[in-house]
């Protein structure tokens, strides 16, 4: 019987080890897809992909899938982009519509015959996903919105209203919505051009958006108190809002925004406290970066160029337009992502990339908690092995941050 069990321990063992062998080569091979993607390789950048997926035994995530149909759309082999496609879309329940419709890098499949039906597929996914997707016009132009908690929409009682990141769809709060509308009513949307949000042909400035959002809030019966939550970009606009409204706001939680305390001239900062020369900042920021905007929007759907380009022109002022007023005294939380992102290791630098995400992060940092020391209900999290999606890799300590903002909040009441 000891002989049996100490065999069984060992397959058992050897077994964990193999897994987690391929496992290993699997993010590898992942890692030198996207960096191959990166270099414009697609045809060995799928390939890598294939790779990828043949070491973890067939195993990849919806996400994986679709950037390998990507690289084979963009090396011009339909019956691969298709296969992966179809993969995620009928097996993985895609429900990212307005994406796919969108994507510069399957402009290739548009002519095929297959596209139809596989828009067709995800579409239905969608609907089925989000059956109280909704939409409002505002001023001739249709916006996806999408309540959830109703019930809970009492006077006094905070709504929550989510904002996304740069050109992002309400789907990566799904996790985070769907717990705080036990006991709150919860307003997610996506901005113009983005998912199904038509293009109301006006630049996403401040201003606009956070007038939009506003009426929007008002038309579906959610009236102030707002306790706002954004994700990366979408930070400016909710810190846009608190300061242009402050009388009506609940509690803000930023994760991991935009740094919108990066006052004009931070942004050599982490450079040269790595060892750079402001000489060599200006050289890598100058005309050889302003190319590569350049391309970037020749290359890119218009809703990330548009969104890019106010992102740009707020970082031009030291975001002045975002923080024109004080914080108001309610709960604020800052959310940050310590998992460093793998895929920046691509390319050769004259520095450690990953030590300047470090002292980077640690700016920012000092920056937020000086801005939540005045505040009787601030808060700093520090998720260190999240990535930059924190309601997706970490839904638990967003979940809980806004529940303790509420509890908070009712303290303030």
Request: net charge neutral.
């Amino acid at each position: 019987m000891k002989t049996t069990t100490f065999l069984l321990a060992l397959l058992i063992s050897a077994t964990a080890l193999l897994a987690q062998n391929n496992h290993q080569k699997y993010e590898e091979l992942v890692r030198k897809a996207d960096s191959l993607y990166q270099a414009k390789d697609y045809k060995n950048s799928a390939l890598a992909f294939s790779k990828a997926f043949k070491a973890n035994n067939w195993n990849a995530s919806s996400n994986e899938h679709y950037n390998a149909a990507c690289s084979w759309a963009l090396a011009t082999v339909p019956d691969s982009a298709f296969y992966h496609l179809n993969y995620v879309a009928t097996k993985m329940n895609y429900t990212d519509f307005g994406h796919i419709k969108g994507d510069p890098d399957l402009k290739s499949l548009h002519g095929d015959k297959r596209w139809e039906s596989l828009l067709a597929k995800v579409k239905a996914n969608k609907d089925e996903a989000y059956r109280k997707i909704d939409f409002i016009t505002l001023n001739g132009f249709k916006v996806e919105v999408l309540t959830s908690g109703m019930e809970n929409n009492q006077a006094e009682k905070p709504v929550v209203v989510f904002e996304n990141g740069m050109a992002s769809g309400f789907g990566s709060w799904e996790t985070v919505a769907a717990e705080i509308s036990k006991t709150n009513a919860v307003f997610r949307y996506n901005r113009p051009r983005i998912g199904e949000s038509e293009n109301d042909s006006l630049p996403p400035t401040i201003e606009h958006i956070v007038s939009n959002l506003r009426k929007m809030l008002l038309q579906k019966g959610l009236k102030p108190p707002y306790l706002l939550v954004s994700h990366s970009f979408g930070g400016a606009y909710m810190r846009s809002y608190a300061s242009m409204y402050p009388e009506e706001i609940a509690g803000l939680v930023f994760v991991d925004p935009v740094d919108f305390t990066k006052e004009k001239g931070f942004g050599s900062l982490p450079y040269l406290e790595i060892g750079l020369s402001q000489h060599q900042v200006d050289s890598m920021f100058g005309e050889t970066y302003d190319k590569f905007i350049e391309q970037l929007y020749e290359e890119m759907p218009e809703f990330y160029v548009q969104e890019v380009k106010i992102s740009r022109a707020l970082n031009a002022t030291g975001f002045e337009e975002c923080v024109r007023n004080p914080l108001p005294d309610v709960p604020v939380h800052f959310i940050m992502a310590g998992g460093y992102p793998e895929i920046d290791d691509r390319g050769e630098t004259p520095f450690d990339k990953k030590k300047l995400f470090r002292i980077n992060n640690n700016l920012k940092m000092k920056r937020w908690v000086a801005l939540l020391d005045p505040l009787k209900y601030g808060k700093f999290f520090y998720s260190s092995s999240s990535g930059h999606l924190v309601q997706v890799d970490d839904p638990k300590l967003v979940i809980s941050s806004i529940q303790l903002a509420l509890k908070d909040y009712d303290k303030i009441k």
